[in-house]
Structures are given as C-alpha cells and as structure tokens.
C-alpha cells in the first residue's frame, strides 16, 4: 500500500504566497520523482511542477520563476512554495509519486487526493 497526502492549500490575495507540502509512504522501494499537478474547474490536470531523487526540476511555463519545489528524500516529502500568486492558479493541486514498490519493476504513479488553491483578485 501507498499513500499521498497533500497538505497546505487555503485562500490567499492576489500576489500572496503559500506552501504546500506532500508526504508519500507505505510500501515504497524508491521513488523516482514527485511532483505537483493542478486541475481548474472545466480544465485538464496539468503539470505545475516535477523533482526528480537527484534534485532535477521541471516546471510549467505558466509558474517558472514564481514557484519553487523542493525535497527532503529522508521524509518522501516534496514542497511546493508559490509566490506571487495569481487568480488563474486557483485550481485543486495533486501531489505526483512515481515509484517502485517492492513487488514492481516499472515504477508507476500514485495521487494524492489534492488540496485547494484559491487566489481572490
């Protein structure tokens, strides 16, 4: 068994800052990468933001240079800090683990519930 959870969304202002965090755990052998996913009401999941084990990042065009994710693998934990925050990043965010248990060779995704982001203008 696997779980993902998601924690630190809320209501924010135009231009505000928030942290989010993730925590995976449970029958985990390694984990490949995490990372933040984000779903506006009538849009599709899209990707915010990926770390790999070693520290590789990816981030969306939309979020580069105001958001910043981070790790601290002892825990399985990823953060997610969003700073100058915008109204059209109100969306529900989903914590991404891609990892192998013991019993897979492929590693595979597992989702957290998602936490809510809303920005007020």
């Known amino acids: 068994q696997v779980q993902v959870v998601e924690s630190g969304g809320g209501l924010v202002q135009f231009g505000g800052s928030l942290r989010l965090s993730c925590a995976a755990s449970?029958?985990?052998?390694?984990?490949?990468?995490m990372g933040w996913y984000r779903q506006a009401p009538g849009n599709q999941r899209e990707l915010v933001a990926t770390?790999?084990?070693?520290?590789?990042?990816n981030y969306a065009d939309s979020v580069k240079g105001r958001f910043t994710i981070s790790r601290d693998n002892t825990k399985n934990t990823v953060y997610l800090q969003m700073n100058s925050l915008k109204p059209e990043d109100t969306a529900v965010y989903y914590c991404n683990a891609r990892l192998n248990t013991r019993a897979t060779i492929v590693p595979r995704d597992y989702w957290g519930q998602g936490t809510q982001v809303t920005v007020s203008s």
């Open positions: 770390i790999t084990s070693g520290g590789s990042t």
């Open positions: 449970g029958n985990i052998f390694r984990i490949n990468a």
